[in-house]
């Protein structure tokens, strides 16, 4: 039961309150009034009501936030009990006489959403309104105030709502749930509006064209303009390459189905076609001219609306169509109706490789979903998900899946993909297994209607993939391979949340005077927000940061100075209200016509006009600062499906298509503004490698710590376009999972998958994971980033390796002890079992690697990496032109370059100068004659000569007090 506890306070409640400043950004942009004209200005809380049940509460006129006006309203709340709730009431119903289907406040939040605080639970807001006739209904304005600083709350009322208010109505109550909090919380409330929304035309400009249009006829969204997109890069798309030579044909049998046969060096691929355009129950494939026909499309096919139950989709119920073919591929065309509705469409058939290629169109805005359908007849199938090869979903096997079958001897692939640079959809899904043997290796595609009600053009191409080898099942990725992987590859990459800037410099000065100089740096958004303020669309750097000038004396320390790449954050995906370019009508919509939520604090903005945005913007951040790189957040952590705009005033609205190619034209804009590597964030970047320089190397659905380390789709489909950097970071690679307890442990495994899987470094945190993750992965990086994997080895249980169909024939792969061999001469190895040994013979050299132990070797000798046992004790090395580093981990070990207790390293600085560096002055020696030994300071400066010893063939040189490291002259070791 509510219970009226008090009026409104009218003034400042305590004495401690300070006036506070309004947005700066609201300030630049002489954002003085809110859009819409507010029902309530919130200015004050005159006059306004309290009651509650099991809570207190007071309302009252603040200055310590400021918005629009000269103060606002803070609710100041707590719970006394179970169930809290909170009733606002204004002192007497606000009539409004208008129309309405929308409504908008400000708030002021005070919590993080990615860091709950489980005492301050984030409340939820209602608002209380009558009809004109009296009659009271809710609507939710926000389910939680999960932020922090000035947002504005934006909700449509439904339909029903609307039709209710189209002659008005009042506002009668605001209600707060969700306070569970006993100490006092508080919330700042300004401007709550109650408008008609006008949809008015937009406009757009027209971007490139998409690389290829297999589809003619289907929208292309806003890139219908000059030029072309250089993606995707050929009109096979994502069709698999084939091996070995062929040819096709078709053939018309004595029953009038056609069949489609594929002859090659390698073997022969055969495909019935189905009876039907529009359900493919009956397509069959098999491998080899005695080989079994096998059902791939149970359920398959075309699923239309139906009109009479709107959660029902069915097929066709009749098909008038016509059948031919040019003697390569065959075509259906025709007629498919369903419930009296008529929907025109065509099926083009054709095997391209060792791929049944299907090529689908269908007008009419009546297809619901295009399903690939399941498979059954496979001789023993498995299903097994690739790492990086994911649709965003949680389930691990909710994504498209490798049907393995066959025996040990003699398996067979099967691999069904959705080809992203073409479908006309919304989303994609993946299969759903299914009794009796039926086994998905595939979902299909959903076409959701736009927010005018209708649906787009069905256009899709499916690619049924089917070979002995498991390459020959792998998808194309056709983007053009990045002109900067000789940068992205050779460095060791690190993001960096930007405080002070003076004590920025000072740490990544640390950073690189121990030797650490090969770096890939880019700032995280609090380069340009000092608290929780907009982050994007922006070129001024957070004021507090010292603005234009404190950016400008960074880069140049980092740049000029410091020789790293580095650059700053930025994205295009999250739009704060509060933002200079502001308008409601640059978000994105979600299906029910709602502003689609992205970040805490912002609005997802139309990918139409992130493109645009990207295009004016960019430009301008780099004629102020001149960067080398930057981090373009959260374009692939995102699912282009995720992000569709449904507004149906924008062109190719309720695709995913638009956002996928506004999204990857933008990655092509950056590298072209920053003269240099753009990253992303990684999860879903398959589709964009290439586009992308890099990004984080991270799957958290496939949890890679602990499930099998399958490295051939990254290493063969992504490793060439770019290269994607550690396993992301440390905690992406371990997820929500709880890593070791022995912190050496849960990091040598975090280097050993990202050996394993060919990628470049990641700087770990504190000073000694610093020292292994760079020196222990850059040189050999240099190499095997820049080499194409020419055969990928897993090792059984009795030391033998096996190429990858072998090692999923048998379950080997599960072992997850992988040899690369690259084609350049490149060998890696790397044990990613969490307990068993991996003992192999790799290129001459005995290897018996403990768990999470790695090893490389480049083609010409010149570098190699042993992070493995030693006389029974982990230890470290790592041999390169550039420097030698050893680690004994708290015994002395030693090697034939090098002995050592603990971590040392031995750069090169000339031909015959070197620099000594001891961490916690470690006894090392190394295999030189050294001379001219002098110590330095944390500064470079010379502090007096340093002693050196030699023993059994090494040089030592004996700790200096204070020294941070020694500069000497290095000559060969006679023997």
Known sequence: MLKLISCVFLGVCSAYVYAGERPYEMVWAERNQDARPPLVAFTNAAGWRIATSNAMARLERSTEQLLFGEAVAKLTYRATGPRPHIMLTPPAPLNITNAFDAVTCWFYGLHNRYRPEPDKPAISITLHFKDSNGESFAVQLARRLNFREWFMCHKRLEPQQAERVRNGGALVGIS???????????????????????????????????????????????????????????????????????????????????HLAREGDDGLLEARLPSRLGTWDDLKMRWGSQGEWVNVAIGGGLYFVSHTTNN??????????????????????????????????????????????????????????????ATKGFSSPRLIPLPYYTYGYNDLLERPLVIVSGSIASPLFFFAHMDWTQSNATKPFAGKLLDDGVFPSNGGTIYESKTDGKRNFCCERFVMALSPRFEDVLPNIPNPQSPWKFITGTRVWRPYGARNRELDADYWRRIHRWGMTQMVVTDHETGWRDGNESFTFRTAPAPQKGGDDGQLRYARIMQDELGFIYGPYNNFTDFAPVNAFWDSDLVSRTQDNQLQHAWE????????????????????????????????????????????????????????????????????????????????????????????????????????????????????????????????????????????????????????????????????????????????????????TQAAADKIYYAGADGILRETSDALADESYKRSQLVTCYNDGTVTAANGHPSERMKVVVAGASLDLPPNGYWGRSGDGAVKVFSGDVNGHRADLAVSPSYTYIDGRGEFVRFDEGASSGIAICRALTDDWVEVLLYQNSKAGFPYVFSDAVALDATNGVMGTAEVLVSKGLSYVQPVKGAFSYRMRRNSMRK
């Open 312 to 373: 029902i989709v069915k097929r066709a119920e009749l098909e008038d169509i016509t059948i031919w073919s040019d003697g390569h591929s065959v075509t259906y065309a025709g007629r498919l109706s369903v419930n009296g509705r008529h929907t025109d469409a065509q099926i083009r058939f054709s095997l391209v490789g060792k791929a049944l290629v299907i090529d689908l169109q269908a007008d009419g805005g009546d297809v619901k979903e295009v399903r690939f359908g």
């Open 601 to 784: 604090r912002c609005y997802a903005p139309k990918p139409a006009r992130a493109v645009e945005f990207c295009a004016m913007l960019s430009p301008k951040i780099q004629k102020k600062f001149g960067f080398s790189t930057a981090y373009c957040d959260v374009h692939t952590a995102v699912t282009p499906w995720s992000r569709v705009d449904f507004d149906a005033r924008v062109p190719g609205a309720g695709t995913f298509a638009s956002v996928f190619y506004a999204y990857g034209e933008i990655m092509l804009l950056q590298k072209e503004a920053w003269n240099g590597p753009v990253y992303s964030e990684g999860k879903y970047h398959f589709m964009y490698c290439g586009l992308t320089d890099g990004n984080y190397a991270q799957d958290r659905q496939y949890r890679l710590h602990q499930n099998p380390w399958l490295v051939d789709f990254d290493l063969r489909c992504l490793h060439d376009l770019c290269c994607n950097f550690g396993m992301g970071d440390l905690k992406m690679f371990y997820s929500k999972e709880k890593m070791s307890d022995d912190p050496n442990a849960a990091r040598d495994r975090f280097l050993a998958a990202t050996v394993a899987f060919g990628h470049p470094g990641f700087l770990l945190s504190g000073t000694y994971y610093q020292l292994r993750s760079y020196y222990m992965i850059q040189a050999l990086a240099c190499y095997y």
């Open 176 to 258: 707060v749930g969700n306070g569970y909090n006993t100490e006092d919380q508080s919330v700042f409330i300004n401007s709550l509006a109650v408008f008609q929304e006008a949809f008015d035309p937009l406009t757009f400009e027209a971007r490139p064209q998409r690389g290829v249009r297999v589809f003619p006829a289907c929208d292309p969204g806003v890139n219908s303009g000059a030029g072309r997109l250089p993606f995707p890069n050929t009109p096979l798309t994502i069709a698999p390459r084939d091996s070995a030579p062929n040819t096709t044909r078709s053939v018309k049998t004595a029953s009038g189905r056609y």
